[in-house]
């Protein structure tokens, strides 16, 4: 088996607001899906390259 990539979740308070600061990493992340309770950024430079961001809260 070939592992591909592996995707980090990390879990916070405020995902969104999370989000921001992971855009201004420098690393080309951009939101590819944002559901309040989670937030998929991706690298546009290399889009195997992901980061999930998740709430610690239940969603409604």
Known sequence: ???RRAVP???TAGPVASSG?????G???REEMNLGWVV???SSANPT?????ITTMRPP
């Open 40 to 42: 998929n950024l991706v």
């Open 49 to 53: 390259a992901q980061v999930i961001l």
């Open 21 to 25: 600061f992971y855009q201004l990493l």
């Open 9 to 11: 979740d990390i879990t």
């Open 27 to 29: 690393c080309g992340f």
């Open 1 to 3: 088996m070939t592992i």
